[in-house]
């Protein structure tokens, strides 16, 4: 194992830990990442399988999937996601599973609505949001956008109730395909994130107004798949796939308001859309928002956005920030990013060309064939 020669010890990120039943030999999770690599009818493919398996046999004790929409109404958010909502996605996602499974892995599915942010929906044209406004910025081109994004329909209370049971038929379909766990998706812009926002989110009923009101929602969604028995975390972000530059607007005090409201999860996920920890964690009081979630909840945190760093990942473990470090681009770069970190290996660096024109498993899949010829 890993150890600094300085000070002769393990790194805190090899040391184990558990979530839930789960024990985790490390403290490395593989982030969500988006790959549109499933069929256009959201089934994963044997790609996908050979994609996620890859981690778990590089040491990776925790992979989260990708956000996996989860009925055939609104919830997709772009062409070729992969589905939690058919039979056909529960006997696709199975083999997945198994190939985790099978090189030691624990594995939780990422269940997500688009809400306003959908732009390849082949079940409808419409989008729904919590109010009847445009999101910022554009459409993204790597997953097939282009231009401004429409006006959502504001939702009616049926469908919200809609929503709370779309997530909780997900999860046991989840269950169903052998996942260990779910976690709901409540960050970067989505539609539970479009509700905790204020600028989103101008309802003057039960989920708007103030914080404790606009997390209602993901409350309610939280409780929903908590009774069906499934491991559940939540993820959270102040940041957006749209504006990376959000912060909630009451600072610690809106921190605690959200995490309070979501004690019965079993950990919370903590993202920082793509951006380095430092930058969208600290508050101005000096408290950083995953150390907050830590006290407040007691639950394990897991923390995202530049992980990949060891002496950064050090930092936020031995000071109390989280528990258990989530690496998206530098997964994607080292699959094999733990026995790298033990061995005192070189990582490889991130380049976006792995992802261009598409961020699809295709794509790294000829960019990795490209650096070894």
Excluded: C
């Excluded at 778990?56 to 956000?67: H, K, M, Q, S």
């Excluded at 929906?121 to 231009?147: D, K, L, Q, W």
């Excluded at 509700?195 to 939280?222: C, H, K, S, W």
């Amino acid at each position: 194992m890993k150890r600094d020669t300085a000070m002769n010890t393990i790194h805190p990120a090899l040391t184990p830990t558990r979530i839930g039943a789960n024990e985790l030999a490390s403290r490395y999770a593989v982030a969500p990442m988006t790959r549109v690599s499933a069929t256009p009818g959201g089934v994963p493919t044997e790609e996908m399988a050979r994609y996620y398996k890859e981690f778990a046999e590089g040491g990776f004790p925790l992979v989260i999937t990708e956000g996996t929409y989860i009925d055939t109404l609104h919830s997709q958010s772009y062409l070729n996601q992969p589905g939690l909502a058919t039979a056909e996605h529960v006997a696709g996602w199975r083999t997945v599973t198994a190939g985790v499974h099978a090189a030691g892995a624990v594995m939780v599915a990422q269940l997500m609505h688009a809400g306003a942010l959908s732009q390849g929906n082949p079940h409808t044209a419409e989008r729904i949001g919590p109010s009847a406004i445009r999101p910022r910025g554009v459409m993204m081109p790597e997953y097939h956008g282009s231009g401004p994004w429409p006006v959502p329909r504001e939702m009616t209370t049926q469908d919200i109730d809609d929503v709370v049971a779309g997530f909780a038929a997900a999860a046991r379909n989840a269950v169903a395909a052998g996942f260990d766990g779910v976690e709901i998706h409540a960050a970067n812009g989505y539609l539970l994130d479009q509700f905790i926002t204020d600028y989103t989110n101008q309802r003057t009923d039960e989920y708007g107004g103030p914080m404790a009101n606009r997390v209602r929602l993901t409350a309610r969604v939280l409780d929903a798949v908590k009774s069906t028995g499934v491991l559940v975390g939540v993820r959270l972000s102040q940041t957006k796939v749209n504006d990376f530059t959000y912060r909630w607007p009451e600072g610690e005090r809106d921190a605690e308001t959200i995490y309070a409201a979501l004690t019965a999860a079993d950990y919370l996920h903590i993202a920082s859309e793509g951006r380095n920890w430092l930058d969208t964690a600290t508050l101005a009081g000096g408290r950083t928002v995953t150390s907050i979630a830590r006290e407040v909840t007691g639950l394990p945190v897991i923390v995202n956005g530049g992980m990949h760093d060891p002496v950064l990942a050090a930092k936020v473990l031995d000071g109390g920030h989280a528990d258990v470090l989530s690496v998206a681009r530098g997964a994607l770069v080292n699959p094999d990013l733990p026995r790298r970190v033990a061995a005192n290996a070189e990582l490889e660096r991130f380049e976006h060309r792995m992802l261009d024109p598409m961020v699809t498993i295709a794509n790294v899949r000829r960019w990795k064939e490209s650096r070894q010829g």
